[in-house]
Structure formats: structure tokens, C-alpha cells
């Protein structure tokens, strides 16, 4: 009886967010995922939106929307974006918080076997997955020029991609909606809000009911977040007491750009100590391609929050992979380029599963001679970074009532939480929240402090770069606590 009876209760749960998403364009339903059997446990939508291209052409940028579990016509809607820049924002899909947890298949060869993701963030909202910027993922251009971009492109894209998408979709104009991501999306995720509120204030159509935003192990300042990793690796027992003390004597707290040459030998120590780490988590074994090898230990090499950097044709003098004491990025080998791989991430179940052609006709996707091969991070993008702080944006958001929570796993290096912690503290807003704990399953799961204007700095204890991918379930506690406005 309990099971029929929950049976019926899906069934109607998923009736009803049919009706309410009577206005989704036709064709973008997805009824049945390759790799998944059962029902799925709210409704899918997916499909291309096509922006205005420059100088010519068209873009398609490629989303994937789940609708939320719980009440998908008053629950918030979050925007989702990865980083890079350049990387697929079905990274967060796959492996953070989409509705699936994906398995090797059987056999060799098979699709990935996919389950039920019981952390999944669309329990308490609905997600809104996007390959931004056009040229990452399954976006494509029907221009190959459109594939060079920047900051504010990147930003002016999505932000026209977000009218779109809300008047194909305008029954969802009444819900909260949220802007997400983590690494370079500390930049996408500042300057799209910013778009988005001057959007509003000029009456942009349709009106987009923006509420916040969060940053999980977001880049936002040069200084802050590059100062940040000597400390860091000293506070994580990475460097010895000597090496540290070596370099407080030498750099005088200024560890970023050294000034001397004595100061750029110990921070060269500092990083030898740190070379052979998995820079995503300090805890987790480095995952090695055999064509990475030379990426992953090339010694001496300052790894900022950014090793995709690598694999997308990047300009700008902003948080570069670079050998200490010269410009310029890192030289690869003819063989590590080919490969596309980030070092020390296995990508092989999305890789496999997002280039299945079945997979794509399911999800409404482009097959690979339209938009080419899906890769973790983009090889044809060439990125141009323009901003070098987000500070001021942050400051500028939160001064105008938007809520932000920046969020940091502790044991991630390439954005220590260190320097994050750091500018947050430095934006000079009143504590309201002294720093304290906060619990998952009645257990500690990390520390917080909140500010006046409505900023919350948070870290959850023993998390990486890709907080819910390590902290699925703590990740899902926090991000329904404070989409609910409920103390975390």
C-alpha cells in the first residue's frame, strides 16, 4: 500500500510540473535519459538558444534544465556555471550535484550505468546547467570567430541568453532566481549579476526576479587569492616550519610577484614541496592520463586556481599558470596539448556518456559534426580575461540588498580558502555572525561568518575544489539552508 501509495504521489508530482511548465518550447522535453532506467524524478528540459554572433553568424549556447523535486513552481531557480574558463558546466552535472550519480557500465565500452543522486541540488530548486561561453561543452558557433571571447562577452552572452531562455520559459518569471558557480566563475558569476541588475534597472523584458548568488571556490582578486597559497600550505602542515619562516623573512607577507630574487627561491620551495599534490584536493590522489605525465610534474610550477588554462588559449595578465619569476605560460609537449585532459581529473563517464549520439538525440544535443566532440575543458576557445578584481562587484551587489554566499573547500589549493576568506574580510562590512561551526548529520562540517549586506563566508572541513562532488550531502544542507533562508 506505502509503495503504491508513493508511486501515485510521483505521478502526480510529475503531472503537475508538466502542466506548470506548459509554455517549455516544444521539443525540448526530454522523456527518457540513455543510461538511466525508471522515471525520472522531475522534468528535464533541454535544448540550443541562439544569440546574435559577432562579428558574424550565430551562437548556440546548449542548457540543460532539471526542474526541481519539491515544488518547481515556487522553489528558486539556479543558474549553474563551471569554470576554465572554458570547461562544461555538466562538470557540476555529472559529478557534483546534477539528479544522477553516473557508473561505469558493465561491459567495456557501455554506456555508464546512472542512479539517483539523493544530494542532488535539484531536491530544494531547479537547476539551470549552461555551456557558457559559446565554444565549451555542446555550444557551438556556426562562426569559428565567435569562439574568441572574454569577461564581459562572456557575460553580455549569458545575460541575453537569460532573456531568452525566460521567454521561453515565462511561467518560471515569478521565481526567485539565483547565478552559481565555482573557479573562473568567480568571475562569470559577479559580472553576469551585475548584467543581470542593470538589466533590471533599465526595465530590461522580460524581468528577471534576481535574488543572489554564490560562489563556491571562486577566483576574485589577483592578490588576494595568489597570496594566499604559503599560507595556506603552511596552515595544511605542506612546508616545513623553516621553509615558511624563510619565506615571511624574505617576502615580508608578499608572496605574490616577488620582489626579490631571495623571496622567489623560498616561494620556489614552497611550490617543489607542492608539485606532486592534486592541486583540486590536497587529500585525493593526482588521477594520471598517461599522456599528462609531463603536465602534472613539471617542477617548480606556481599552480594557480587554474590548470584548465592549459587547455584553453588564454590572454590577460590575471591568475596565470606560469613558472615562477617569468611571464608566459607553461610550454607543453606536443602530446599533453592533444589530449585535452585536466591534470589530475578523470573525466572518462562524462566523456564517454556526452559523446554517445544516442545520448545527445536524448537531450536535444548537436551531434559531434555540428558541434564537435564534448570535452571536459574546450580547446577552441580563446579567452581574453579583462577584470582584474571582482571585489568591487561583489561590493556593489551586496551594497544594493543581493544576498551572496561565498563558499570555499578547506582543502582545495588552487583557490585557497585563505585568500578567500581574506577579501571577504576586507570588503570592511560589519560582522554579524563571529566565526562559528556549522553541522551536517549533527557533526561539524565546517565554519562560517556572516556580514551585514547579506554576505555569508563558509567552508566546509575536508572539501576540494569541487565542494559537492567531495561533501555531497553536507553541500546540499548548506545550499537548502540558505535557498530557504534558514540559518546554516
Not at 433 to 446: H, K, P
Amino acid at each position: 500500500m506505502k509503495v503504491l501509495r508513493f508511486a501515485c504521489t510521483v505521478a502526480l508530482l510529475q503531472f503537475l510540473c508538466l502542466v506548470a511548465i506548459r509554455a517549455a518550447p516544444e521539443g525540448s522535453l526530454i522523456r527518457s535519459i540513455p543510461g538511466f532506467t525508471g522515471r525520472l524524478p522531475s522534468v528535464h528540459h533541454s535544448g540550443y538558444v541562439s544569440l546574435n554572433g559577432k562579428p558574424t553568424g550565430k551562437k548556440f549556447l546548449f542548457y540543460y534544465f532539471v526542474a526541481s523535486q519539491r515544488n518547481p513552481s515556487k522553489d528558486p531557480i539556479v543558474l549553474w556555471l563551471n569554470g576554465g574558463p572554458g570547461c562544461s558546466s555538466f562538470d557540476g552535472f555529472v559529478y557534483e550535484h546534477g539528479p544522477f550519480n553516473f557508473q561505469a557500465g558493465q561491459s567495456k565500452g557501455s554506456l555508464p550505468e546512472l542512479h539517483l543522486n539523493p544530494f542532488s541540488w535539484s531536491k530544494v530548486s531547479s537547476i539551470l546547467y549552461l555551456d557558457s561561453p559559446c565554444g565549451v561543452g555542446l555550444s557551438y558557433s556556426d562562426d569559428p570567430k565567435n569562439y574568441a571571447t572574454g569577461d564581459f562577452q562572456t557575460a553580455s552572452d549569458t545575460h541575453a541568453f537569460l532573456l531568452k531562455w525566460f521567454k521561453l520559459y515565462p511561467e518560471f518569471l515569478s521565481n526567485p532566481f539565483y547565478i552559481s558557480g565555482e573557479s573562473y566563475a568567480g568571475v562569470y558569476v559577479p559580472t553576469l549579476a551585475s548584467a543581470v541588475v542593470e538589466g533590471i534597472r533599465s526595465g530590461q523584458q522580460p524581468l528577471i526576479n534576481f535574488k543572489g548568488y554564490l560562489v563556491g571556490n571562486g577566483v576574485a582578486d589577483e592578490y588576494f587569492d595568489n597570496n594566499a597559497i604559503v599560507p595556506f600550505a603552511f596552515g595544511m602542515g605542506l612546508i616545513s616550519n623553516d621553509i615558511f619562516q624563510a619565506c615571511q623573512k624574505t617576502c615580508k607577507g608578499k608572496y605574490y610577484n616577488p620582489r626579490s630574487q631571495a623571496c622567489s627561491n623560498n616561494i620556489n620551495r614552497v611550490y617543489q614541496a607542492l608539485s606532486d599534490l592534486n592541486p583540486y584536493d590536497i587529500l585525493e590522489p593526482c588521477y594520471q592520463y598517461s599522456s599528462t605525465k609531463e603536465v602534472n610534474k613539471l617542477e617548480g610550477l606556481n599552480w594557480t586556481f587554474m590548470s584548465q588554462k592549459h587547455f584553453t588559449k588564454i590572454s590577460g595578465p590575471r591568475w596565470s599558470v606560469r613558472p615562477l619569476g617569468r611571464d608566459g605560460r607553461v610550454p607543453l609537449t606536443q602530446q599533453a596539448a592533444a589530449t585535452f585532459h585536466v591534470p589530475c581529473i578523470n573525466d572518462d563517464l562524462a566523456t564517454a556518456w556526452l559523446n554517445n549520439e544516442s545520448v545527445r538525440k536524448a537531450i536535444h544535443a548537436a551531434p559531434a559534426t555540428v558541434a564537435g566532440r564534448w570535452m571536459i575543458c574546450s580547446d577552441r576557445v580563446e579567452y581574453s580575461g579583462e577584470v582584474d578584481t571582482l571585489i568591487p562587484y561583489h561590493k556593489n551587489l551586496t551594497s544594493q540588498g543581493y544576498r551572496a554566499l561565498i563558499y570555499s573547500g578547506d582543502h582545495d589549493r588552487m583557490v585557497p580558502f585563505t585568500g578567500t576568506q581574506a577579501w571577504t574580510r576586507s570588503m570592511g562590512y560589519k560582522i554579524i555572525e563571529e566565526w562559528r561551526s556549522w553541522l551536517s548529520n549533527e557533526q561539524v562540517a565546517g565554519f562560517l561568518q556572516a556580514y551585514d549586506k547579506n554576505l555569508t563566508f563558509l567552508n566546509i572541513k575536508g572539501a576540494g575544489h569541487m565542494v559537492p562532488q567531495y561533501k555531497p550531502m553536507e553541500s546540499l544542507d548548506f545550499y537548502s539552508r540558505w535557498l530557504d533562508r534558514k540559518k546554516i
